[in-house]
């Protein structure tokens, strides 16, 4: 019911930002609550930020509080992970996912994108 496609990631060395952008067809966009979820090699898949419907809600994995911020503009259909202070654990492939209804802090979603890398250097 609805497509993502991600975008934004790359190579960073540790300290650095960057951001990442997640766009989504359909006119349903505001009746999604949206997260990002990452998985790194070898690794479970893992939730790591979630924003309500409204964008009055979100939520974050304790390993990024303080560092991602995630935002949503339903005039634009996008969802966005701002990513600062990365560390080498970040690396992973960044996937942004949309279910119906309430936001979770769970990989329990039911639509993703096709993943972007990002890969943080020592």
């Known amino acids: 019911q609805v497509q993502l496609v991600e975008s934004g990631g790359g190579l960073v060395q540790a300290g650095g930002s960057l951001r990442l952008s997640c766009a989504a067809s359909?006119?349903?966009?505001?009746?999604?609550?949206m997260a990002w979820i990452r998985q790194a090699p070898g690794k479970d898949r893992e939730f790591v930020a979630g924003i309500s419907r409204n964008g009055g809600t979100t939520f974050y994995a304790d390993s990024v509080k303080g560092r991602f911020i995630i935002s949503r503009n339903n005039a634009k259909n996008t969802v966005s992970l701002q990513m600062n202070s990365l560390k080498p654990e970040d690396t992973a492939v960044y996937y942004c996912?949309?279910?119906?209804?309430?936001?979770?802090?769970?990989?329990?979603?039911?639509?993703w994108g096709q993943g972007t890398q990002v890969t943080v250097s020592s």
């Open positions: 359909g006119r349903t966009f505001s009746s999604y609550a």
């Open positions: 996912a949309a279910r119906s209804g309430i936001v979770v802090t769970s990989t329990l979603y039911d639509y």
